[in-house]
């Protein structure tokens, strides 16, 4: 569901349709007014019967607000979309970065292990070899675990996407607004289509982390 | 026994990497995506270990182009991806791959399933 502002748009919403109700009240009094004898024949705008000028002052004020319309969503709501995008890459790099620090004190750690272990066994030690091994392992379930990284990472580029493809749709109503650019807009006229078939699709949209023995018992039921 | 990892996240080659040495396997080489590891494999390679989506060729287009060449044909090959509905599954069964391991997983299970394959190539 798309959301916009809603400091301004309902305002403008309101002032459109109380400027339309206007301009049907008018056509609704002119349709009362009795059809001149010559009512066939051309006229010219300086013979507008008053009630139809103001219809047509109404309908400039509706287009007006429209036009402001446009500008509010453009400016609140692709503004954000951006800016929203631009978060969403930042939190992958952040995890990446931070999942690689991990990894390199996680190493470490196993590296100390390994080195307690053999001065253990010169000095013929039996002591606490048991909780070595299990320091061991909980290590690497640690290690494991930041498998997550690389979910996480696909599950933003989803939403990355999705945005774009959110803000290319919202140009394209945006567009519609604007006279001046509908000639513009025929080449674009499936702008989600065109986005999709140009992007290389680096990411499983429904990459969970989620119920993996599940989704594993599938795959080997397959591979038997 | 030599192993290809491929992946394109640096984080992810280092788990698999780190799972296999867990579980024996120390010798390993790299590759971030489907085209490079098409110019790394050799004869040296024992057992790929490949993602699906990935950059500029994604897994399921290198293990068709690898089961295209003469040199890689028969080698085994694992793939380790979180795409698991069946048709993906099953698509990655049809182009070569050898068995399939669904993200996150667990050592036990890379090693369950490359004892697996190699089981199979020996009774072949």
Do not use: H
């Not at chain 1, 008018?26 to 004898?37: C, D, G, I």
């Not at chain 1, 604007?178 to 674009?188: I, M, R, V």
């Not at chain 2, 669904?102 to 009774?123: C, H, N, Q, S, Y």
């Amino acid at each position: 569901m798309i959301t916009v502002s809603r400091r301004v748009p309902p305002e403008l919403l309101f002032d459109s349709e109380a400027s339309l109700r206007s301009a049907a009240g008018l056509l609704r009094e002119l349709q009362r007014t009795p059809a001149p004898a010559n009512a066939m024949e051309p006229r010219d705008i300086a013979t507008l019967p008053e009630p139809l000028a103001r219809a047509y002052s109404e309908i400039c004020t509706v287009l007006d607000m429209l036009t402001r319309s446009r500008t509010v969503i453009e400016r609140t709501t692709l503004d954000r979309v951006g800016v929203m995008n631009e978060k969403l890459r930042e939190v992958s790099t952040a995890t990446e970065l931070a999942a690689t620090d991990m990894l390199d004190g996680l190493d470490r750690a196993i590296g100390c292990i390994d080195r307690l272990d053999a001065r253990a066994a010169a000095d013929a030690e039996p002591a606490d070899g048991a909780d070595r091994a299990q320091l061991r392992e909980e290590l690497y379930r640690l290690i494991g675990c930041l498998q997550f990284q690389d979910i996480t990472s696909q599950q933003l580029a989803y939403a990355s996407t999705t945005l774009e493809d959110l803000e290319v749709r919202i140009r394209a109503i945006a567009q519609l607004f604007d006279l001046g650019l509908l000639e513009g807009a025929e080449a674009d006229q499936n702008p989600s289509v065109a986005a999709s078939d140009t992007a290389t699709v680096t990411f499983d949209p429904a990459a969970s982390t989620r119920d993996a023995e599940v989704r594993q018992a599938l795959a080997d039921e397959i591979f038997g | 026994m030599k192993f290809l990892v491929v992946d394109d996240s640096a984080t992810m080659r280092r788990i698999v990497i780190n799972s296999l040495q867990r579980i024996g396997y120390d010798n390993c080489e790299e590759a971030g995506d489907g085209a490079e590891a098409l110019t790394r494999f050799d004869g040296s390679i024992d057992m790929v270990i490949t993602d699906w989506n990935m950059p500029n060729m994604s897994g399921l287009e290198f293990v068709r182009a690898l089961r295209q060449r003469a040199d890689g044909k028969a080698v085994p090959i694992l793939m380790v991806t979180t795409r698991s509905i069946r048709e993906d599954i099953v698509q990655a069964a049809q182009a070569g791959v050898n068995n399939y391991v669904v993200k996150p997983f667990t050592p036990e299970v890379l090693r369950e399933k490359i004892d697996a394959v190699l089981g199979a190539m020996k009774g072949a």
